[in-house]
């Protein structure tokens, strides 16, 4: 025989009185989440695999390696801190004690930046203090800095110091002509292979080149790029894959490809025989903007030439808001001029 369930005054059932009391005090019992106001290493590490598998490129993981395991040194080296916006602050404050430039210092805060926004949403810090380094402004670059370029005779003359009759010398010719005369990147320079180089339209070209964050173009080349390839190629035997390899020191060529750094040691090299210094790889990506524009180039072509997803980057490589060749202050002329004095 199965009983009516017991009823109180109001003639609500008693058990479900006592099921709602306990659900209340399970509510009652059950205790906030705490989200973690100080990272330990732990922590910081997974945080920051987070950040780099969330990136593509190859650079931009390098980048932001570097940017997060600078900081995540400086924050464990202080005893307890917590991780918030007066903390990056500091941080900030301590990279500009170091010298560095403007850009290197706001890229360095985008990377504390995204590792804070990956420990929020990993739950490991409270999305408050995540907020609150969001607001953290970068440094205020004044001005700009003039980029280094290589005028016509220049260059000429430094192509004149890599040719040589030996095989490395043919290989630096080729690879300091491509950066001159097509403005590669020195990644790009390094993967090049012999099957990108095509005729198209009646001239040749490299086709289909893949470049920095995956963009891809066609860059034309001209015919005495195409020569000093064309040279080295048949005198390295080169006819698939990587069109330069590396040079034993016996003259003979060997592996599948080059590094990026054999790039700038050979253009360091023929730098030092013109007793040039601070000259790169990518200042010679400037000199071919610089001398496409000063010969008639369209700003627009230039930018596909090297491949600008802005212009205003293209404007800046060009050197366009200021003209250091023709300055305005030497229009006026010579003011004074100091006698000689023999001091004998």
């Known amino acids: 025989m199965i009983l009516p369930a017991q009823r109180d005054?109001?003639?609500?059932?008693?058990?479900?009185?006592?099921?709602?009391?306990?659900?209340?005090?399970?509510?009652?019992n059950k205790k906030p989440l705490?989200?973690?106001?100080?990272?330990?290493?732990?922590?910081?590490?997974?945080?920051?695999?987070?950040?780099?598998?969330?990136?593509s490129s190859a650079?931009?993981?390098?980048?932001?390696?570097?940017?997060?395991e600078q900081f995540i040194t400086w924050y464990c080296s202080e005893p307890?801190?917590?991780?918030?916006?007066?903390?990056?602050?500091?941080?900030?404050?301590?990279?500009?004690?170091?010298g560095l430039a403007a850009g290197t210092i706001n890229q360095r805060l985008a990377a504390v930046r995204r590792l804070a926004y990956e420990a929020a949403d990993s739950g490991l810090l409270s999305p408050e203090l995540a907020a609150g380094i969001r607001r953290v402004r970068g440094v205020r670059q004044l001005g700009s800095r003039t980029g280094n370029w290589l005028t016509r005779d220049q260059s000429r003359m430094l192509l004149e110091k890599a040719d040589g009759g030996d095989l490395r010398s043919l290989r630096d010719l080729a690879m300091i002509s491509v950066l001159l005369g097509c403005g590669l990147r020195r990644a790009e320079l390094s993967a090049l292979k012999a099957d990108d180089i095509q005729i198209r339209q009646g001239?040749?070209?490299?086709?289909?080149?893949?470049?920095?964050?995956?963009?891809?173009?066609?860059?034309?080349?001209?015919?005495?790029?195409?020569?000093?390839i064309d040279r080295w190629m048949s005198s390295a035997m080169v006819t698939a894959v990587r069109v330069f390899r590396a040079?034993?020191?016996?003259?003979?060529?060997?592996?599948?490809?080059?590094?990026?750094?054999?790039?700038?040691?050979?253009?360091?090299?023929?730098?030092?025989?013109?007793?040039?210094?601070?000259?790169?790889?990518?200042?010679?990506?400037?000199?071919?903007?610089?001398?496409?524009?000063?010969?008639?180039?369209?700003?627009?072509?230039?930018?596909?030439?090297?491949?600008?997803?802005?212009?205003?980057?293209?404007?800046?490589?060009?050197?366009c808001k200021q003209n250091l060749e023709e300055p305005v202050n030497d229009r006026f002329g010579c003011l004074f001029a100091s006698a000689k004095v023999d001091l004998r």
């Open 247 to 319: 040079v034993s020191r016996h003259g003979t060529p060997w592996g599948k490809g080059i590094s990026e750094n054999v790039i700038w040691y050979v253009v360091r090299r023929c730098a030092e025989r013109m007793q040039l210094d601070h000259l790169a790889p990518h200042d010679l990506r400037r000199t071919c903007a610089k001398l496409c524009h000063v010969n008639g180039g369209e700003l627009e072509q230039i930018q596909f030439l090297l491949g600008h997803v802005s212009v205003l980057t293209t404007e800046r490589y060009l050197g």
């Open 9 to 28: 005054g109001a003639g609500v059932p008693s058990t479900h009185i006592s099921g709602m009391e306990a659900a209340r005090m399970r509510k009652k």
């Open 80 to 98: 307890r801190l917590s991780l918030n916006r007066a903390v990056v602050l500091r941080f900030r404050l301590y990279l500009e004690s170091l």
């Open 203 to 228: 001239h040749w070209a490299i086709v289909d080149l893949v470049g920095k964050g995956g963009h891809i173009r066609t860059v034309p080349m001209p015919l005495w790029v195409k020569a000093a």
């Open 59 to 68: 650079n931009s993981r390098r980048n932001y390696r570097f940017a997060m």
């Open 34 to 55: 705490r989200r973690k106001i100080v990272l330990r290493l732990p922590d910081l590490d997974h945080s920051k695999n987070a950040v780099l598998n969330s990136l």
